[in-house]
């Protein structure tokens, strides 16, 4: 007994260094950090799009035959997403992946009215293309930015805060809807979309990653210092902490 104790305490303290280190390793990126943040945001909003989207159709614009024939057009719109995905390249991906999030208003500026159900439904087959699409982009960016070894870490954080705002959309939604009202909620929701990702283009850490000639993604200031140094390499160095708890002392 006192063995396993002792393993799951040790299992606890590895637990809480991988998540200090990738932290840091974020953080030391504070651009990058904000770009996360605001696709955090934008998460937030669109589960405005899945709560209230149905109560607009049940208000007199067909009901659940409607929202079955949007979500349909969406799903088919992230299947073509996904395939774009295999070969589209961006030359500056997290500009192009933000400027693209803009499309996301959509969804929910066509519910205000409403509009009819064949615009609303291809303005959603169109914004779920890019989601699916930017989600690649974003996923091959983040895999070629950071160490191989800080990879999981980062990922983690990058769900956590993905996980943790789409939920709390989903439970703002009907109170604010209740409070605001549901035309005026919906378009708040698109601004809320839209403006945080377009204003992150303007930091330029986030403008700096770009597609080098060989196909490889990194920051254009780093990549060009590197290039100077004698043992330079392709995926710049962060520093971050690899000791393991216990072995200071040993």
């Not at 060989?214 to 995926?235: C, H, K, M, N, Q």
Request: proline fraction near 6%; charge should be positive.
């Amino acid at each position: 007994m006192h063995l396993r104790r002792q393993v799951r305490r040790l299992e606890k303290q590895h637990f809480f260094a991988d998540l200090r280190d990738g932290w840091l390793v974020v953080a030391q990126r504070r651009w990058y950090l904000a770009n996360l943040l605001c696709w955090g945001v934008w998460n937030f909003a669109i589960a405005f799009f899945f709560v209230l989207g149905p109560v607009v159709m049940q208000q007199g614009h067909g009901g659940a035959t409607s929202w079955s024939v949007i979500m349909i057009t969406g799903s088919v719109g992230s299947i073509v997403g996904g395939l774009a995905a295999l070969r589209y390249r961006p030359r500056r991906p997290l500009v192009t992946t933000n400027a693209a999030a803009v499309i996301g208003i959509a969804p929910l500026a066509l519910l205000a009215p409403p509009a009819p159900l064949y615009v609303i439904a291809l303005g959603v087959a169109v914004a779920f293309v890019m989601t699916s699409l930017v989600g690649e982009v974003l996923a091959t960016t983040q895999q070629q930015l950071f160490p191989e070894e800080m990879l999981a870490r980062v990922s983690s954080l990058d769900w956590m805060i993905s996980l943790i705002a789409m939920p709390a959309g989903y439970a703002a939604a009907a109170p604010v809807a209740e409070f605001l009202g549901m035309r005026t909620t919906l378009l708040a929701a698109a601004a809320l979309i839209g403006t945080p990702c377009l204003l992150m283009n303007l930091l330029p850490g986030v403008r700096s990653v770009k597609r080098f000639p060989d196909g490889t993604i990194g920051i254009a200031g780093e990549r060009e210092a590197a290039a100077l140094l004698p043992e330079a390499t392709s995926v710049p160095t962060l520093k971050v902490s690899t000791e393991t708890p216990g072995s200071s002392g040993r």
